[in-house]
């Protein structure tokens, strides 16, 4: 069964540092996301990615966020100066109508 | 109004049992409704989604029932295993491609 794939599965970053999260979605989907999962907490949306540009955005998604789907397979989740508030578990998702398509997730630890 | 809320927080229940877990929500502009379970470290995994054309939906031991005069639906996992403990989310979605609105979640332990 094809699966969403998300690289590294931790990442540990000094606060103020840049980090990357990757993505590969399933090949044949058309729509990406991003969603956030703090420990313990329901599952919130980030952004949605269509036709190379944003589609939508949360208030979470401010300025420190960006992405990027450089090369027609990766999708990418850039977070420019990290807080210690954006320790979360990230999860890519993707879709081609409405069964959506989860990665494990990267468990990112802001110190 | 883009709100799903979902009770109960957390279950405990019986091998063997029937677990049951309700989501309500406001938006009638919503259209599709799907349940995902979640293992501790995973991402949340597809179990099984319903339109509001339908009032039920069953897949083995799992069966969602929709009420949409009421905008409430609940996730039935009859002869509860085990290995169905996890933690449940519910989500409601009102266009192609948009974005999953999630319910609070369920911590469900089976207790053997």
């Known amino acids: 069964e094809p699966e969403v794939t998300q690289t590294p599965s931790h990442q540990v970053t000094q606060m103020g540092q840049e980090v990357i999260l990757r993505c590969v979605p399933i090949s044949n989907h058309l729509y990406f996301y991003w969603y956030r999962q703090i420990l313990g907490q329901k599952v919130e949306f980030l952004v949605s990615f269509y036709n190379n540009e944003i589609s939508e955005k949360s208030e979470i998604f401010d300025d420190q966020f960006s992405v990027e789907r450089p090369d027609g397979s990766n999708f990418t989740l850039k977070i420019r100066s990290t807080k210690l508030e954006d320790s979360a578990m990230y999860f890519c998702a993707s879709t081609r109508s409405d069964g959506y398509t989860f990665g494990s997730g990267t468990r990112l630890t802001v110190v | 109004q883009q709100q799903v809320k979902q009770s109960p927080q957390s279950l405990i229940v019986q091998k063997g049992g029937i677990s049951i877990i309700n989501c309500a929500y406001e938006n009638t502009a919503f259209d599709y409704f799907p349940w995902y379970q979640q293992f501790p470290g995973k991402g949340p995994a597809l179990l099984i989604a319903i339109r509001p054309d339908v009032s039920e939906k069953k897949e083995g031991r799992f069966t969602i029932s929709f009420n949409k005069s009421a905008k409430q639906f609940s996730l039935h996992i009859m002869d509860s295993q085990p290995g169905d403990s996890a933690t449940y989310f519910c989500?409601?979605?009102?266009?192609?491609?948009?974005?999953?609105?999630f319910g609070q979640g369920t911590e469900l332990s089976v207790k053997p």
């Open positions: 989500a409601a979605l009102y266009n192609q491609g948009g974005k999953l609105i």
